[in-house]
């Protein structure tokens, strides 16, 4: 039993007692102590001590022995009464944009809509629309969600299953009898969206892995389990496989498994030219054939005891796997040329982190101490301009009080430093949220677009270019605004932004939130062509979304690029010197 898991359960606590009318109080104490729990920093173990949790802030004797409940039974009894009293779907509908407990307590007394596919129904024969508070609009809104929804079912954000995926991972590595374990796929190749989870085994004793693998306490249901592949959903909804190989076998089923496709039809048309076949299990001599093409073997087939050793038998440097995409990593490959790509260890700071004087869930202390526990030597905190009333934006006066407080703060600081900067919105003409005045007193400065999205392309390209080509603005941050697996990206020439980045000397941001991973992979080759800097931010909005910086190094290793492409892998020295750059007017 995690904090995620308990913060979870309190959640679901708080809105299952919004929909029966409870006292707001209530509800509000069980959402502050979910808020609580998430930002526990200490000992797991003591929230199986009543006393323990009552000093935690927000949580009373009453939530703190049904969390000592929930630790200990891994139910709760007070739970699982209150969801008895709704359909089992009705939470389901909390996941479409636009239905919070309000709304979706009228649908259920209302309407009798207490699932996803009974709303549908309901938008389709116009009676959403007569609802008191929804109206066409609305119905229309929540169609569009359900459309998108259906769309996208079975797919997951990288992200969303990261947590499960690394502890079963963990604990089939911890099994005696795993030689080797990974995880292969799309995953293993950070696609910011996977379908399933591919899990390699080499080992001698392959009935305990499939048994340890089925019987899980992260699997909800097996599908399917054989001698050698075993199928299971995990309590997340993700289908996940499990493929049992020897120890020889082990290198061609990892690389096969990892794919992509593309890149390896290319890898087995290179075996083939070399007069051998290669498949998921071993490299064997092809047979005869006529082909002129295919080369002679000279040769014995090479020793392929890893992955690396299977490159270098087809004359190729090892592909790191976020690059298999046949992209031209064989080009590279074969031409010695790959890049050193970034690894986590090269950063040595971060922008864009919130505070409780936005929306964050922690104070500028607790945001410090928190990246310094990660080995950081810096951390930019940047909350929301004025105009991002849903965020509590900070006005002028505010932003002026936060920028004194982190001034105190540094001098406390030995070798860590806070950044004061802000978030500040793009308005629709381009402008910023801000005067220059208030501007110049930051550190830095990131742009974004939070509101009108459906402008032109052209339209939102110019508004776009405009405000970054602010001398004061250090970032753009998540170019394109899109929301993985809920909301498209905005329409805008991304091209013609990366130029205008290269020309004012601008950052664009990888931001490395899992449900944006914007500015997109595909998009960092022609960034680092033209000479675009790249800053990865976890746009964390409370303590433990630091550690997320971890998906934006998957980004930028899947762009190609290094750590002289990153901004944050410059010591605390170097990036004060660059930080005043572009204000200073120098390229």
Partial sequence: MDKATIADVLDKIATLLELKGENPFKIRAYTNAARSIETFGGNLGDLKDEEALEKIPGIGKAIAAKIKELVETGSLRFFEDLRSEFPAEILELFSLSGLGAKKVKSLYEQLGVSSIAQLQTACEAGRVAELPGFGKTTQEKLSTAIAERTKHAGSFQLGSIAAEAETLQDDLRAHSEALHVCIAGSYRRRKEIVRDLDFIVATSAPAEITAMFVQHPLVASIIAQGPTKSSVRLRSGIQCDLRVVSATEYPFALNYFTGSKEHNIVVRNRALQRGWTLNEYRIAPAPPAADSKRKKVSSKIPAVREEADLYRALDLDYIPPELRENCGEFEAAAAKTLPRLIEAENLRGTFHCHTTASDGHNSLEEMAAAAQALGLQYLGIADHSRSSIQARGLDAARLRTQIAAIRKLNREFENFRLF???????????????????????????????SVFTLSESEMTERIIRAISNPLVTMLAHPTGRLLLKRDPYAVD??????????????????????????????????????????????????????????????????????????????????????????????
Avoid at 430 to 446: C, K, N, P, Q, R
């Fill in 420 to 450: 004061a900067g802000v978030e500040c919105d793009i308005l629709r003409n381009g402008a910023l949220d801000f005067e220059d005045e208030i501007l110049a007193e930051l550190d830095y400065v990131i742009a974004s677009v939070h």
């Fill in 494 to 587: 991304i091209p013609a932004v990366i130029e205008a980045a290269a020309a004012t000397g601008t950052w664009i941001e990888i931001n490395a939130a899992p449900k944006r991973l914007d500015l997109d992979w595909r998009w960092w080759p022609l960034a680092k062509e033209k000479g675009v800097k790249c800053v990865i931010n976890p746009d964390a909005h409370r303590i433990e979304r630091l550690q997320e910086l971890w998906f934006g190094i998957g980004v930028a290793r899947k762009g190609w690029l290094t750590k002289a492409d990153v901004m944050n892998c410059l010591p605390l020295g170097k990036i004060e010197a660059e930080l005043g750059k572009k204000r200073g007017g120098e390229q």
